[in-house]
């Protein structure tokens, strides 16, 4: 990945709020002074997010959007876009989309119908990818936070979450797309397939998006205390919070500082990783066997342009 340029320049961010994302952001701007971070956040948060993290007199702002809404994310993307066109925004080098959710069910529907873990880990990164891609300036890049649970062994999540269970596109989309729907276990399955989406969007990336436009996935691994499972029963959110931080002082678990620290670097291009990279912590190494197939890459990709009715045009080409 070629380093950040040293000129004033744009990164827009999900998921900034809290856990790896909050770090990271704060990283990012400390590290990166001629960086105008735009957080995506809902309506009051975003503007305290945004006060915090300006500080000092660095350059935030924010924009509200409610991920689980294709329009929302839409209206979003349009804001941004419009903003870069009048030149109130400096260039586009960076999109980094951290935000994620898992809940206990997998029959959570947004306001269009769909399955919520799709339609935030899958949907809204690429609704985002797809209205700015034209605003990107070289060189540049996109991030997209993924999670070892795509492998789907118990090396890579110890148990702790069924592995993803592929199908049509069109029905992970919606809810009840797996067995047993109303369960936890079905919410942690739609969880690692979800992210198992995303590696097929950045491996489709790569191969369809212009030179100069990086595409890479980051894996933090298992960070507890995140927020990622605010949905869980108090048993187990109990134990996120008091029980599990206690691995970080092992080599199965990274605080949310570090992991946060190492989402910045990837975002910065500090850690050598081509396009289409697999980014496990801090090095790049392959992907699981089932997150290479151009064929299922193919078909998430229609089936997202058609879901969200994209008026964007094709990805543009090489």
Known sequence: MTPMPP????IVMTGASRGIGRAAAEHILRRSPDAHLVVIARGSSGARLTAELAEGGRAVSHVPADLASSESVRSAATLIGDRLDRGELPPLRCFVGNAGLQHTNALTETPEGLESTFAVNVLANHLF???LQDRFRAPARIVITTSDTHFGDFRH???MVPGPAWASPGVLARPGAFAEPGTAAAGRTAYSTSKLATLYLVHAYARLLPAGLEAVAY????VPGTGLARDAGPVARFAMRRVLPVLTLTP???S???AGRRLADVALGTIPAPSGSYVDRGRAVRSSDESYDPEREAALLETLDHLTASRTGPIAGR
């Open 252 to 254: 199965l678990a990274l």
């Open 129 to 131: 990818v797809r209205l």
């Open 7 to 10: 000129m004033k320049h744009t």
């Open 219 to 222: 894996n933090p691994g298992f």
């Open 157 to 159: 999540n110890m148990g």
């Open 256 to 258: 949310r500082e570090a």
